[in-house]
């Protein structure tokens, strides 16, 4: 008999508020549990999803809202959310029930058997589109392969995770957040469940391609100095290759007298070598936007009001 919080971030979901709330109630009553809450993260909505969550609020006390003062995005949101949880495990799910309730049950049960973080892993991706699932892969090979926090393949925000998990995840300041890579760096003990993700029922992703790559840029350059490492590897490897065509031109000269001809090789070599400086100048600087954004100790979030009584 104990609590649980589910933490849901709601950015354009009118649609599927309704929904969602019939859907999930009747499971959390079904389970034994002493107490249990939904804390509902608007982040900043454009449409009238907050009203309608207000209005949910006010049949139900135990969905419990926190308005944010404008759209900070989905990982300051969930943020927001697992600050807010009291429950002894909490769960963080997507409103459009892409993340099935049904599951709920099970991950409980394997963390009453001893599992700190119980991982919900999609085996069957075909609701999502063929670009996104080549991509995602592509990700998850590069991160991993850079990073020394490996993240689970296939494994989203949909996860139940104990209170000293949450507790961990409160002593990480960080301003620039990117949850999963975070959630791993926590570690703790870790079960996982395969499920089958279902379409999307109502309303559309507000995850676009430039989000999604901005926060796959933001996964790497958080867990890895690796990037840095290969401009090194790269510059060094073309001071190399710059100094045996040095010799090589230096003795064609001593044997072969002066060769005037030769300006689209040295066109092409400048174009090559400052192209690579530019990039190198970007991937640095990528790191000190970082470093700038981290010493402004600006909040992740503000909270406008929060419908708790």
Request: proline share 4%.
């Amino acid at each position: 008999m104990k609590s649980l919080s589910l933490v849901v971030p709601f950015y354009n979901e009118s649609r599927n508020v309704e929904r969602f709330s019939d859907t999930i109630t009747p499971i959390l009553e079904d389970l034994a549990l002493r107490e249990w809450e939904v804390i509902c993260v608007d982040d900043g909505s454009q449409d009238d999803s907050l009203a309608r969550l207000i209005a949910l609020h006010g049949r139900d006390g135990r969905f419990k809202i926190v308005e944010l003062s404008r759209n900070f995005g989905k990982e300051a949101a969930m943020t927001a959310g697992l600050l807010e949880a009291k429950g002894d495990a909490v769960i963080v799910m997507d409103a459009d029930l892409q993340d099935p309730p049904d599951l709920i049950p099970e991950m409980l049960t394997k963390w009453r058997d001893g599992a700190d973080v119980v991982l919900a892993r999609r085996v069957d991706r075909s609701s999502d589109g063929h670009a996104k699932r080549l991509t995602a892969a592509w990700f998850y090979r590069v991160h991993n392969a850079l990073s020394k926090v490996k993240i689970p393949e296939n494994v989203g925000d949909f996860r139940l995770m104990d209170r000293a998990v949450i507790n961990a995840l409160a002593q990480l300041p960080e301003r620039q957040r990117f949850m999963k890579g975070l959630f791993a760096w926590v570690g703790f003990q870790t079960e996982t469940i395969d499920y089958t993700r279902p379409p999307r029922l109502a309303g559309e992703t507000s995850f676009s391609g430039l989000a999604l790559w901005n926060l796959a840029l933001e996964s790497i350059t958080g867990f890895s100095t690796i990037p840095l490492r290969i401009w090194t590897y790269i510059g060094f490897s073309g001071a190399c290759l710059a100094a045996l065509y040095g010799i090589f031109i230096l003795v064609r000269t001593l044997i072969t007298g002066t060769n005037a001809p030769g300006y689209p090789s040295l066109f092409c070599a400048v174009i090559f070598f400052g192209s690579v400086q530019i990039m190198s100048i970007g991937m640095l600087g990528e790191y000190i936007g970082r470093i700038y954004m981290e010493a402004k100790q600006r909040p992740l979030f503000i909270k406008r009001r929060v419908y708790a009584e």
